[in-house]
């Protein structure tokens, strides 16, 4: 994902700046930036979200280009998708342990519970892993500095 947008301030460190950006024309409405993007105008769709710096030297007014390096979102898609299946796959395989250890009958429904619960916890794994990461874990940032036609 690719944007381009104005540099409205850059933090006192400069490792952050505040970009003011709008979608391209040819956005489809995926909607895949809506979670780095934070306050939205909407009458006039521009966005105030803050990047990375990257080390380069942009001042406030400069015309930037940000993105969303495909890792990162892939990375995303992993912990969002994969880690409560993977949690779901363990719950269901370990039932007939735990039923063993706790002298239950194995069943469908063990199963099931088993799986849910699995699922369960997972869910609460990746809240805390993302609360732990901050807002920091995903970030957009700035590739280079453009010319204003």
């Not at 780095?36 to 006039?44: E, T």
């Not at 400069?62 to 992993?78: H, I, P, T, W």
């Not at 735990?98 to 794994?125: E, H, K, M, Q, Y």
Request: glycine share 6%; proline share 3%; hydrophobic share 45%.
């Amino acid at each position: 994902m690719s944007l381009n947008g104005k540099v409205i301030s850059i933090n006192d460190d400069k490792t952050k700046a505040k970009v003011l950006v709008k979608p391209v024309l040819n956005c489809n409405g995926c909607k895949a930036c809506a979670g780095l993007i934070k306050n939205s105008n909407v009458a006039n769709k521009e966005y105030e979200i803050e990047v990375l710096v990257n080390n380069l030297s942009i001042e406030a007014g400069d015309f930037v280009n940000v993105e969303l390096s495909e890792f990162q979102g892939s990375k995303v898609a992993f912990i969002i998708y994969g880690i409560p299946i993977v949690g779901f796959l363990i719950g269901m395989f370990s039932a007939p342990f735990i039923c063993n250890i706790i002298n239950i009958p194995i069943s469908d429904l063990c199963r099931i519970i088993f799986a849910f619960l699995g699922l369960f916890l997972s869910f609460i794994i990746v809240f805390y892993y993302q609360k732990s990461k901050g807002s920091d874990s995903l970030c957009m940032s700035i590739t280079k500095k453009i010319n204003k036609e």
